[in-house]
């Protein structure tokens, strides 16, 4: 199939005035398009001079972004120019195309920005899936390199920075991940969840106003040593979890003062118009039959021989739980 340059110079390479068409082929599903740079010459990146001289050509097979489905190739021919001073170390010079794809690279520019986009949202394996379903198929590791070739996104220092630790392997390595509390972004990730980098980065990073952290120690020191003005407070996440743990031991604590009446006892109760049952005592009485269940499995499989690994793999819990009701 063969169509007319014009069309394809104006739909499909909209925006991408650096190239001219000059054959468009389709054939087993791939749509192939000749074009050839369109610029008068180009400036040495060394001398800064400019040449026309052409000193030889060159063919860049380019992949883009699926066309109605379709693959879509573009072959691209690439001049070589003469950079002719004596003075300049550079004797040839390859056209560039700022529009349509950066130098070296096997994909346009566009096509890029899906793969970058794609990368962002759902990493390499994951990633890798839709990409071939959608026909411009990438790999993992061309997925993850183009994730790390991006800059680092730039940040201002937050007034109200969020200071907490995540694990990178659970039990084993942890670090410290910055968050703008007001905005909710992600503003830096620290190597540790000691308090030395914590201090280090607020001391490059002045500004922070307050500073909102787990209620760990070293986030404590660390702050107090980096920004000593700043008003520490506790998140918000950690205050319900402090609540919450202090309310499940008091209660199981009092759980004995809360059994249900006996039938014989609730009569009395019931003429004295105390309301209705106390629902409040079944959840805990409910917990507490769930851990000893626990509790009783996991040494029942103890006694059969197994390792307290093997056990955490067949119950689907994890090793700490096991290791907990385990001692
Ligand atoms: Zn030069």
Known sequence: MQTDAPFWDSLVFAGIDDVDVEAVTAALGTVEVAARGR??????????????????RYLRRLKDLPLAEQGFVIRLTVR????????????????????????????????????????????????????AQLGFGAGRMTLLRRVMALPDPRFSTPRVLGVDDFAIRRGQTYSTVLTSVEDHRVVDVLPTREAGPLTAWLIRHPGVEISCRDRASAYTDGARRGAPDALQVADRFHLWLGLRR??????????????????????PEATLGSGPPQDDTEPVGRR?????????????LLAQGHSRRAIAR???????????WAD
């Open 246 to 267: 202090a309310v499940e031991t008091c209660v199981a604590a009092h759980r004995d003062c809360l059994r249900n009446p006996s039938p014989s006892s609730m009569l």
């Open 288 to 300: 507490a039959d769930r851990k000893k269940a626990a509790h009783a499995l996991v040494h029942e």
């Open 39 to 56: 610029a008068a010459g180009s400036a040495c990146p060394d001398c800064g001079r400019f040449s026309d001289r052409v000193h030889d």
């Open 80 to 131: 070589r120019f003469i950079c002719g001073p004596v003075d300049c170390p550079r004797r040839t010079i390859a056209e560039p195309f700022s529009q349509l794809a950066a130098p070296h690279v096997r994909f346009t520019t566009r096509l890029n920005h899906a793969l970058e986009r794609v990368g962002l949202a759902l990493a390499g394996r994951a990633g890798a899936r839709p990409t």
């Open 314 to 324: 067949h119950l689907g819990w994890g090793l700490n739980t096991v290791l907990r």
